[in-house]
């Protein structure tokens, strides 16, 4: 071997040296080739991935906020002696219904704070009156009741809607001594047989039933919001009746509470208007079972000792089930057949008086 190496002569060796340092090289170089085109071709499909990605979100969010409506729910304001209430001067859509809240936290039109020239009616309640996110502006009790009268006697008629989800007695009591009564020439509360015992808690507004501001991105707002109510798993337990408990669920302590404020409200209400209504709602179990829940008897007891007969919706509710309009939205809220059937008990029950009442 030694005497073989001594045969090659230096030229050739230094050739082959030089063809193998090329060999190398080229073979270098096709990899770096192959490697920068496989990064330019990953950079590409990256670069699709992301645009994808980028309009499945705004897809997302256009749907949400154009089709669904989110993104811009009814807001809600903490208030130190109301607990909380919509927050004024809002007109937004919502799942296609318009929402009006006036400057008085009302789920009405605006309406200047003093008028001699219209006939005013004032209506307190909880979600029941207020029809929630599902009931556009002309589709409420209220709106109805409005119209209606305003054709009847052929003025101007403003039937106030006072209310929000989980208000109950105090309530309506500190709105009352808060905001008053408008001058109305009667005051009506719409009351569940619950809501003896639904107290005021001033703990921090939940965003997901209570909002206090617009989310960023409507379609986050349909995940966190509203999906889990349809994914089992996420459901949570309904802890309405637990809304208010100042006594660790003591239900004697939370009804006397709740049946003082009831009365006082209703005090309030006689000293200032000359016609104060109640008329108590029936849940859709209370209708099935055909007898009213507890709260029922307790509420009439009140009212009664203070010279105010309620009316029992009931009748009405039970009338449009029978000729097959349900008039329920789940256990527990009116759809928009409910919201007629409540507009009709008020316009027959009111009476004839409030319409003609000097102002």
């Not at 979100?57 to 607990?83: D, M, N, V, W």
């Not at 966190?224 to 109510?229: D, K, M, N, S, V």
């Not at 005090?267 to 029922?296: C, H, M, P, T």
């Not at 789940?330 to 008020?346: F, S």
């Amino acid at each position: 071997m030694a005497g073989y190496h001594q045969m090659i002569p230096p030229t050739e060796k230094r050739s082959w040296l030089s063809l193998l340092r090329n060999q190398l090289r080229l073979c270098i170089n096709i990899d770096i080739l192959r490697l920068g085109y496989l990064m330019i071709i990953g950079r590409k499909y990256l670069l699709v991935v992301l645009i994808l990605v980028v309009l499945a979100l705004l897809s997302c969010e256009i749907f949400a906020r154009y089709y669904l409506g989110l993104g811009t729910p009814p807001l809600s304001i903490e208030h130190p002696q109301i607990e909380y209430m919509f927050k004024p001067d809002q007109d937004i859509y919502r799942f296609g219904n318009r929402i009006v809240i006036n400057h008085y936290g009302m789920r009405t039109m605006p309406f200047a704070a003093s008028d001699s020239n219209d006939v005013r009616i004032m209506i307190f309640g909880d979600s029941v009156l207020n029809g929630g996110s599902l009931t556009d502006h002309d589709s409420l009790a209220t709106t109805i009741l409005q119209k209606k009268l305003a054709e009847k006697i052929g003025k101007k008629v403003i039937v106030g809607n006072i209310s929000a989800g989980s208000w109950g007695p105090a309530n309506w009591l500190a709105y009352a001594e808060e905001y008053g009564f408008f001058n109305a020439s009667a005051v009506i509360l719409i009351i569940s047989s619950h809501d003896y015992t639904d107290n005021p808690t001033f703990q921090p507004l939940d965003k997901n039933t209570h909002p206090t501001s617009n989310p960023t991105f409507a379609f986050i707002e349909g995940v966190t919001r509203y999906l889990p109510r349809y994914l089992p798993q996420f459901k949570q337990s309904d802890n309405s009746d637990d809304i208010g408990s100042l006594l660790e669920n003591d239900i004697q302590n939370r009804s006397h509470i709740g049946l003082r404020k009831l009365k006082e409200f209703l005090l309030l209400a006689k000293d200032k208007s000359q016609f104060v209504l109640v008329f108590q709602y029936w849940e859709k179990e209370e209708i099935e079972r055909g007898e009213a829940k507890y709260g029922n008897s307790r509420i009439r007891e009140v009212c009664e000792s203070l010279g105010i007969y309620p009316i029992q919706l009931m009748p009405y509710f039970q009338h449009s089930l029978n000729i097959g309009n349900d008039p329920y939205r789940d256990d527990i809220h009116p759809n928009l057949i409910g919201q007629e059937v409540i507009a009709t008990a008020l316009l027959e029950n009111l009476p004839d008086d409030v319409l003609h009442l000097p102002r």
